[in-house]
């Protein structure tokens, strides 16, 4: 191993925990919606405020947060990331002990902020540790150690805090005084205790990253304006790609389990012994006793597995092609599966559609790294218009729910195709624009 190569190892894996870390945590407070509903006795609205929260933070934050890198170094970027997590997995306990459902939104969001300020600085930092040419296979890799996170934080959240039965508003209403805030203190009590172990763990690594001897990459330089960062044409095409990404990934999770039960798929699940195999071997019950959401929500994190398990098979591909080639042929991938989904029904249907998981996966690093590249010292504002991109995620989701209401789930899918339409014409224009 060469000097140069054992200089950015060891920081490389030191930040790569970050990408755990924000992946595990934002799927785990994902876990707390069903409770919160009850316990808060939440509309279906006001359920749907948790989401936007998040992805808000995204597009109020990610802009300063970039400005703020500028000025204190990627490095201390990250220890303000971490800080505010840690402050707002704190505010989570006054939120559950009181039940003031502002309260916790103002965590929620600042806990997005902190997680926004880590995207915005550690994107770009994993990307210049190293050769350029290597920037799309290193950031790919940090990523599937962020889609190790999202897929091991729904059994944590099945463990610790939706092992209870929670009680729904019938259930509540006919306890007695006593009955019901004793209910409401045991629930408080199973947010409270997770989240002030999040916060302490959170702060100890920020406290970490404060005093950890990690390499300078930025220059002393003058900030560039975003203005004089909008004039190159590649990181507006790169916004744009990661706004449509981020909007049709999130789009298809979100939706997986409606469009399951639209194809009445359960009874179809239930009488296939290749899914029941499937069922035994994840352990995820029998299929024949589960409700039929669950049933087919159990086949739900093959979607988010398979985007973990293309990360890892993308750190290679992206080593040994060019990104932008690869970008591409995942993004035809992409379409074909779900152009076989839509023309398709039955478990044909289901498996097309969830494969494309597995296209997802490089797409995110891979029009990243491919934007950052030649932008020096610009980075950090760059990589705040990017990250502020992913409001694409509070934006598509919903265009998307108001075409199935009005010409159902096979045709709505045609947004879905336009948004990885474009990005494959971002990673072939992206050739011609110097990457």
Request: proline share 3%; aromatic share 14%; hydrophobic share 60%.
């Given at each position: 191993m060469s000097v140069s190569k054992q200089k950015f190892t060891l920081p490389f894996i030191i930040v790569s925990t970050l990408f755990f870390l924000w992946?595990?945590?934002t799927v785990l407070v994902d876990s707390l919606i069903p409770r919160l509903k009850d316990v808060f006795e939440l509309s279906y609205f006001q359920a749907g405020l948790v989401q936007f929260a998040f992805f808000l933070a995204?597009?109020?934050?990610?802009?300063?947060?970039?400005?703020?890198?500028?000025?204190?170094?990627?490095?201390?970027?990250?220890?303000?990331?971490?800080?505010?997590?840690?402050?707002?997995?704190?505010?989570?306990?006054?939120?559950?002990?009181?039940?003031?459902?502002?309260?916790?939104?103002?965590?929620?969001?600042?806990?997005?902020?902190?997680?926004t300020i880590l995207q915005v600085a550690a994107n770009p930092y994993v990307a210049v540790l190293g050769d350029e040419g290597g920037a799309?296979?290193?950031?790919?890799?940090?990523?599937?150690?962020?889609?190790?996170?999202?897929t091991l934080a729904p059994i944590v959240g099945a463990a610790y805090l939706l092992s209870d039965t929670i009680k729904n508003t019938q259930e509540i209403e006919v306890l007695t005084e006593v009955e019901r805030q004793s209910y409401y203190v045991s629930e408080a009590a199973a947010v409270q205790q997770p989240?002030?172990?999040?916060?302490?763990a959170i702060g100890l690594l920020a406290v970490f990253f404060l005093f950890v001897n990690l390499p300078k990459i930025l220059k002393e330089v003058p900030e560039r304006g975003y203005l004089t960062v909008l004039k190159n044409p590649k990181t507006v095409w790169g916004a744009i790609g990661i706004f449509l990404y981020v909007g049709a990934e999130v789009a298809i999770g979100s939706y997986l389990v409606n469009y399951f039960l639209d194809m009445n798929l359960v009874g179809t699940i239930r009488n296939s012994d290749f899914m029941n195999t499937i069922a035994s071997v994840f352990s995820v019950g029998d299929l024949q006793q589960i409700d039929g959401k669950a049933v087919v929500g159990s086949f739900v994190f093959l979607y988010w597995g398979g985007a973990m398990v293309g990360?890892?098979?993308?750190?290679?591909?992206?080593?040994?092609?060019?990104?932008?080639?690869?970008?591409?042929?995942?993004a035809v991938f992409a379409v074909m599966m779900i152009a076989?989904?839509?023309?398709?029904?039955?478990?044909?249907?289901?498996?097309?559609?969830?494969?494309?998981?597995?296209?997802?996966?490089?797409?995110?690093?891979?029009?990243?790294t491919l934007t950052l590249e030649g932008q020096g010292d610009a980075k950090p504002q760059v990589s705040g218009l990017l990250c502020t991109a992913i409001f694409g995620g509070a934006v598509v989701p919903p265009l998307f729910g108001a075409l199935v209401d009005g010409v159902g789930f096979k045709i709505a899918f045609i947004l879905i195709v336009l948004c990885y339409g474009y990005i494959f014409v971002f990673s072939r224009r992206v050739i011609r624009m110097g990457a």
């Open positions: 992946g595990f945590i995204y597009l109020v934050l990610s802009i300063p947060a970039g400005a703020l890198l500028s000025r204190i170094g990627y490095q201390r970027g990250i220890f303000v990331g971490l800080a505010t997590m840690a402050i707002g997995c704190l505010l989570f306990y006054p939120a559950a002990g009181e039940r003031l459902f502002s309260v916790f939104l103002l965590a929620y969001f600042m806990l997005a902020g902190g997680i799309s296979s290193r950031l790919n890799l940090a990523q599937a150690f962020n889609s190790l996170g999202t989240f002030l172990w999040l916060a302490g990360r890892f098979i993308g750190s290679l591909l992206t080593r040994l092609l060019l990104p932008s080639k690869v970008l591409a042929i995942f076989v989904s839509m023309n398709t029904i039955g478990l044909v249907s289901m498996f097309a559609i969830l494969s494309v998981g597995l296209f997802n996966s490089i797409m995110f690093p891979t029009i990243f």
